[in-house]
């Protein structure tokens, strides 16, 4: 399974555009990445998913390069309740999804 | 629209004591996982089935047994709990074909 680094910690402040990059050297082939975002005393929500190029959604939007080597979430204009822990995961092990969470970026916004 | 529901939501347990931890999904998802969460740390897969009569080990599956005899239900059960074992559980369900997962709230568990 691909291994991902993401940044331990980032700080903002409300209406500024967020980018958080997650590294995955040894992404697979047949791997997506997939993003979730994580408030305290809750489970992860998934937040968007990709394979290659660019995907936007109503919350975000990830950004791939050619190489897949590595990926940028990226929120809009975020606010106070966007502060959360955010995880980069990669990897479909074909057939089986045993999908593994790093250390996650804990995102704090203020205002 | 229950997604996935994981009970009991708090546990306090003496050391030696086994447990259930049950999680059940009403989406007809063929994957489902257990995931364990350290204060401040990342969530560790435990175990996971891709379906009903299958089960794997994930990255920490000491100390911890699961059985998957329906699609909607999969258990999480401690043998003999150990103080090791304090942590937050989260059981999730998702789809073959998809790369995400839906998360219970989990269970919040304490052993003395």
């Known amino acids: 399974l691909a291994k991902t680094t993401q940044p331990i910690s980032m700080d903002s402040y409300e209406g500024q555009e967020v980018n958080i990059t997650c590294s995955h050297n040894n992404i697979a082939t047949n791997d997506y990445i997939t993003w979730y975002q994580q408030f305290p005393s809750q489970g992860p929500r998934f937040i968007i998913q990709g394979y290659k190029t660019k995907v936007t959604n109503e919350v975000a939007s990830l950004f791939i390069p050619a190489d897949r080597k590595s990926s940028t979430l990226s929120l809009p204009r975020v606010s106070l309740s966007d502060t959360a822990v955010y995880y980069c995961?990669?990897?479909?092990?074909?057939?089986?999804?045993?999908?593994?969470f790093g250390s996650g970026t804990r995102l704090q916004v203020q205002p | 629209n229950a997604g996935v529901t994981q009970t009991p939501k708090f546990q306090v347990l003496k050391t030696g004591q086994s447990m259930t931890l049950q999680c059940a999904q009403d989406m007809n998802h063929e994957y489902m996982s257990w995931y364990r969460q350290d204060p401040g740390m990342g969530l560790r897969l435990i175990h996971y089935s891709v379906g009903a009569g299958i089960t794997d080990q994930g990255e920490v599956p000491n100390g911890y047994n699961v059985s998957r005899s329906t699609t909607e239900d999969f258990p999480l059960r401690l043998l003999s709990a150990a103080p090791s074992q304090t942590s937050v559980y989260f059981c999730?369900?998702?789809?073959?074909?998809?790369?995400?997962?839906?998360f219970g709230d989990g269970t919040r568990l304490s052993i003395l």
């Open positions: 995961l990669v990897g479909l092990d074909t057939g089986r999804r045993a999908l593994t």
């Open positions: 999730a369900s998702g789809t073959q074909e998809s790369g995400t997962q839906h």
